[in-house]
């Protein structure tokens, strides 16, 4: 299905019943490394799962900006009429997820993020030095934006209400260091560090995050 929204023409996949939750993919992936996981998720929760502007399915743009797609999901949101939904975001759609919930502090109920990154620092040297590497072969702005944004402050991070959950892989490509910062900045977040695991093992195809999302989610209620 497609929804026009925020000037773009966005992809979006539904399935299930129950309590709405919204899931967006990393960079230069797309909704389906959720498959996996709404199969399992969608006995619970009626699952929608977008792609990014410049991602999958939906409309191209010269240049990204995460407030932008921001922007978009709260749009998404607000068109589908969704009530408070349960926002989960990976690497990316983590990024989102943070900007979502401290600007818009009464749309969500709850928010969950894995990998997520507060700046470009946050990220560890190797993996940077490769995607600066391959940004010369990749010339969309999908490795560009890494290199210039986020920009989530503490005083964002303290404004988030809703109930939050923070994860990361314990080999993470993003510092450690800013997965803990997320989560005791966060007014109550828990954070669960997946073992022996990287950014994407414990998200793509893989139904790990569905047990997770179950597990720290209720059943009912906002």
């Known amino acids: 299905m497609f929804l026009t929204v925020n000037g773009v023409k966005l992809y979006y996949e539904k399935t ?3 309590r709405p939750l919204v899931m967006v993919h990393c960079n230069s992936m797309d909704h389906k490394i959720f498959r996996r996981a709404v199969k399992k ?3 619970r929760f ?3 799962c977008p792609d990014s502007r410049d991602h999958g399915k939906s409309g191209k743009v010269k240049t990204l ?3 932008d797609m921001a922007e978009d999901m709260a749009q998404f949101i607000g068109a589908l009429g969704l009530q408070r939904p349960v926002f989960y975001g990976f690497s990316d759609g983590g990024i989102i997820g943070l900007i979502l919930a401290a600007g818009r502090p009464e749309l969500l109920s709850a928010l ?6 507060l700046n470009p620092d946050s990220t560890k040297d190797l993996p940077m030095k490769f995607f600066k590497l391959w940004s010369h072969v990749d010339r969309s702005d999908k490795m560009q934006i890494m290199m210039r944004e986020p920009d989530i402050t503490d005083e964002m991070l303290k404004s988030i209400r809703v109930p939050t959950f923070v994860t990361a892989g314990e080999r993470d490509v993003i510092k450690l260091s800013h997965t803990r910062r997320i989560a005791e900045t966060v007014p109550g977040a828990e954070l669960k560090i997946f073992p022996k695991t990287g950014h994407t093992g414990y998200i793509v195809n893989s139904d790990k995050i ?3 999302i179950l597990s720290v989610i209720p059943e009912d209620g906002q």
């Open 210 to 212: 569905a047990d997770y």
């Open 65 to 67: 900006h995460y407030e």
């Open 112 to 117: 969950i993020v894995s990998g997520a990154s």
């Open 46 to 48: 009626t699952v929608y």
């Open 41 to 43: 998720l969608s006995a």
């Open 16 to 18: 299930g019943s129950g």
